[in-house]
């Protein structure tokens, strides 16, 4: 569908205070975020590198609107109860996996992106009827969805009132931020790029990121930089075949990165489903559930657990040594044993003739 980029997706959440901040200095008559003399320009362009929306030919407009629903739209809408559709709803209906039709997991898909990153209503359900605009036999990723976020963008800003606690602004919030973070230095934060911001910035990072700025003395005070370039492609398929050549040291370390962070995030899930578990022990000592949840994270994590590189004391180093020496140790003494029971004239000397004799008896044994 041309979303790929999205699954490197590590954003959960946008941090408040600088939100409201990059959102009421953004200008929509000029497309700037202004900060003082300092500006960071807003287009297509930014939206593709930072999100990887696809910038197709085909022009999502009003004047283009259907004039009769198509059927499958209809078919989609049938499956939620209620008139407005949720995000929760929609994650609910992906990951249940039930699709009769592949086209019914795409307009899921895109409702899902499109709630969540370009606009919603709002209350925060998604504006589904975007679907009368598309024609359902074209590739998705054949619209032009960066021009699309920019006309949400401009339209959410004019009818936001900051002050006003009815009012949301409802659009495209994590590509601003995203667009501010990688396009501004903070003194006192490491701001090297080498994987893609999407990637790179999650809630930890921007919760950093926003109070050292305020420590500096307040937002917009760092300096213009130029965007992030990121060439990589994001086809699944694609992906599948690439490999990461060992002479180009930068495209290593790029991955390296991504890896890492991989790494992490892993390692956070983990501890976050380790805590779930504690507290579902303590709040239900009684459940038998307990047992089985137990034994299905020992499952998940029994492979990780293998990666261990220190033990609980952080001597694992001394003891993987202790282990190979040990290793070492018995294979030396299997030799020494062999090469007395060749002098000693067993009958070829050989350690399989030997075990085999040794089952011979085992098995008579038995007999008797």
Not at 131 to 155: I, K, P, V
Not at 180 to 208: H, Q
Not at 288 to 303: G, L, R
Request: aromatic share 8%; net charge negative.
């Amino acid at each position: 569908m041309g979303f790929g980029k999205l699954l490197t997706m590590g954003i959960e959440k946008i941090t408040a205070k600088l939100a409201h901040y990059i959102v009421l200095n953004f200008n929509p008559e000029t497309m700037e975020i202004e900060l003082g003399d300092k500006k960071i320009m807003v287009d297509k362009e930014a939206i593709s590198q930072l999100l990887g929306f696809p910038c197709g030919s085909l022009i999502i407009s009003e004047n283009e609107r259907l004039q009769e629903r198509e059927h499958i739209v209809n078919v989609w809408k049938s499956r939620y109860p209620t008139f407005l559709v949720s995000t929760f709803q929609i994650g609910a209906k992906i990951i249940e996996n039930d699709y009769n039709e592949e086209i019914l997991f795409k307009i899921d898909f895109l409702m899902l992106v499109i709630t969540t990153l370009i606009e919603s209503n709002q209350n925060g359900t998604c504006k589904y009827q975007l679907l009368d605009l598309l024609r359902m036999e074209n590739n998705f990723g054949d619209y032009d969805w960066c021009a699309y976020t920019m006309d949400a963008l401009r339209g959410c800003k004019k009818n936001w009132k900051p002050y006003n606690v009815n009012s949301h602004f409802v659009g495209p919030l994590t590509f601003l931020v995203l667009l501010y973070l990688d396009s501004l230095t903070c003194e006192g934060m490491d701001n090297e790029r080498v994987i893609p911001p999407i990637a790179y910035w999650d809630k930890d990072r921007m919760e950093r990121r926003q109070n050292q700025e305020i420590k500096n003395g307040g937002f917009g005070l760092g300096q213009i930089r130029d965007r992030f370039e990121d060439n990589n492609t994001y086809d699944i398929e694609s992906e599948e075949e690439n490999e990461v050549k060992e002479s180009d040291e930068k495209s290593l370390e790029k991955y390296l990165a991504s890896l890492s962070e991989l790494c992490k995030e892993n390692a956070e899930q983990k501890l976050k489903l380790e805590e779930k578990i504690k507290d579902f022990k303590r709040k239900f000592p009684n459940s038998n559930e307990v047992v089985h949840v137990i034994e299905e994270y020992q499952e998940i994590y029994s492979e990780f657990l293998e990666f261990k590189d220190e033990d609980e004391d952080g001597e694992s180093n001394d003891e993987e040594s202790d282990d190979e020496g040990s290793q070492n140790d018995e294979g030396k003494d299997e030799e020494d044993k062999r090469d007395t029971n060749k002098d000693e004239g067993n009958d070829d000397g050989d350690s399989n003739d030997e075990e085999s004799d040794d089952q011979g008896s085992e098995d008579h044994t038995k007999k008797r």
